[in-house]
């Protein structure tokens, strides 16, 4: 089975740092998705950033690029310039595709909450 | 309403009582979920419904019964429940898998959820 570890229960930095927030996941699949979510105070979680592991390029979205090492089994998320909406619990999740019959099946991380301070 | 809606945000109950949790999407997506998530534990994944037609049941006590009655509506009813119970519970719908899908979730505020 699949697992997702996030080894950085809380972190906290300061605005405009740069952060990097750890995810490692065990798996013997070859293909398959891997995800960042955010969980800002309010709650509703939403999607960040999404890597397919048959992709070298790294994923880049605005301010947040991953580092995936695919042979390390890491996926690391790095927000540059961070402001103070990104104060929230990120989640790391994996997935292996067509899974689940007509649906998506997700393992998802301890999660680390992240605290921007001004 | 656009999104995933869930109700009640907040319910407290006793070990004894019936409650439900109502999740309704508004986004035309053919499965939805139910996810539990505890404090300092990775989210677990409790039901699944594709096309209403539960594809998972990830060795949840039967205290819980889930029903999905269209696919845009889940229910999560409740019974006997445990404080170890107690916890923030997901719901969350996706689209039909294909090329343009890849995986995303779309999720629900969530129902704080106290039992005595």
């Known amino acids: 089975a699949q697992t997702v570890t996030q080894s950085q229960p809380e972190m906290s930095v300061q605005e405009a740092e740069t952060v990097t927030l750890s995810c490692t996941y065990d798996?013997?699949?070859?293909?398959?998705?891997l995800f960042w979510y955010k969980q800002p105070p309010s709650r509703q979680m939403i999607l960040v950033i999404r890597?397919?592991?048959?992709?070298?390029q790294n994923a880049t979205e605005n301010r947040f690029s991953v580092n995936f090492q695919k042979a390390a089994k890491s996926f690391s998320l790095k927000i540059s310039d961070s402001q103070l909406g990104d104060t929230a619990m990120y989640f790391c999740?994996?997935?292996?595709?067509?899974?689940?019959?007509?649906?998506?099946?997700?393992?998802f991380g301890q999660g680390t909450r992240l605290t921007i301070n001004p | 309403e656009t999104g995933v809606t869930q109700t009640p945000r907040h319910l407290v109950m006793g070990m004894t009582n019936k409650k439900s949790l109502k999740c309704e999407q508004h986004?035309?997506?053919?499965?939805m979920y139910w996810y539990k998530q505890s404090a300092k534990k990775p989210l677990e994944l409790m039901f699944v419904?594709?096309?209403?037609?539960?594809?998972e049941n990830n060795s949840v006590p039967s205290r819980f019964s889930p029903e999905c009655p269209n696919s845009s509506h889940l229910f999560l009813h409740l019974h006997t429940l445990q404080p170890e119970d107690s916890a923030l519970y997901l719901c969350?719908?996706?689209?039909?898998?294909?090329?343009?899908?890849?995986?995303?979730?779309?999720f629900g505020e969530g129902s704080r959820l106290t039992v005595l």
């Open positions: 999740a994996f997935m292996k595709p067509n899974k689940l019959k007509g649906a998506q099946k997700l393992v």
């Open positions: 969350a719908s996706s689209p039909e898998p294909g090329h343009r899908n890849t995986g995303e979730l779309f």
């Open positions: 798996t013997s699949e070859n293909n398959y998705y």
């Open positions: 890597q397919e592991a048959y992709k070298q």
């Open positions: 986004l035309g997506h053919n499965a």
């Open positions: 419904y594709s096309l209403e037609e539960r594809v």
